[in-house]
């Protein structure tokens, strides 16, 4: 069952006179349960295809169909609506409220939705557990570490059960020891059902996903073509 079905995806930009391709045409099927690593080097489209993926942005045409809704004839309201239901991101960065404990992070995309608040603490809880980090759930993030920071990440990702993780070079700020135990968290949650997209230059981390897409010049290919 496809989750995902992008067909003939445009999107340029207007750079003083040149128009640049970010996206030329790119056809994109991801199915429900699936690891996609998308794999491509500075400037190649990755950061556009991802805002279009997580329905930040819309296409200048084509179509774009997630979980049954098409997102490319959606008003810009509907796109957040879908967008905080059906994606949960993962960062670089993390982007964690440095004042919130790590439960109160999780808790966040809960508390936007109106979940009761009993439900969310246990929610949260659940999700930490899940990343292996309940132990740490009143620890602010500056008492954690990169690799755990980054784990209150995805648990806060995992929170409103999302139909998509979607994750931007998620060990991009870490270690190489680091980044394989994100990659293999990342492995397991897949292994549970969960579809996952991510988004890289780094051609290690992307061989870690079940399938494997080159972006280059806006233009998809199947495997790594870097
Ligand atoms: P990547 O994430 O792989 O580095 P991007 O998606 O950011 O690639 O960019 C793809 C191409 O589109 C690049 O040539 C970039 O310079 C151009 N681009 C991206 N965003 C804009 C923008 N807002 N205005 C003009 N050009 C842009
Ligand atoms: P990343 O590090 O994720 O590849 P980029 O550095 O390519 O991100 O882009 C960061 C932001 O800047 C994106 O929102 C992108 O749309 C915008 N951007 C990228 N290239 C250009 C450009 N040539 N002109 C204007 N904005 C750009």
Redesign the pocket.
């Known amino acids: 069952e496809a989750m995902i079905t992008m067909s003939k995806i445009e999107?340029t930009?207007?750079?003083g006179d040149n128009v640049?391709?970010?996206?030329n045409k790119i056809d994109l099927t991801i199915e429900a349960g699936a690891f996609v690593s998308i794999v491509?080097?500075?400037?190649?489209?990755?950061?556009?295809?991802?805002?279009m993926i997580g329905c930040l942005d819309k296409p200048d045409s084509g179509q774009y169909m997630l979980g049954g809704s098409h997102i490319d004839k959606l008003k810009d309201r509907e796109l957040a609506e879908i967008r905080n239901h059906k994606i949960g991101f993962i960062f670089q960065n993390f982007n964690l409220l440095g004042k919130l404990t790590a439960a109160e992070n999780v808790e966040l995309p809960l508390l936007y939705r109106g979940v009761k608040t009993k439900e969310r603490h246990a929610r949260a809880l659940e999700c930490l557990s899940m990343v292996g980090l309940a132990e740490r759930a009143r620890h602010q993030p500056n008492q954690l570490s990169g690799g755990q920071q980054q784990r209150v990440a995805i648990a806060r990702a995992l929170a409103g059960e999302p139909q998509i993780l979607l994750a931007d070079e998620p060990t991009g700020a870490l270690d190489s020891k680091t980044s394989e135990e994100i990659m293999n968290l990342l492995i397991k949650l897949n292994q549970n059902g969960r579809t996952i997209i991510l988004?890289t230059?780094d051609l290690n981390v992307a061989r870690k996903a079940k399938r494997t897409v080159s972006?280059r010049d806006?233009k998809l290919q199947e495997g790594e073509h870097i």
């Open positions: 999107k930009y207007q750079s640049v391709h970010a996206l491509g080097p500075s400037g190649s489209g990755k950061s556009t295809l991802m805002n988004i230059h972006i806006g």
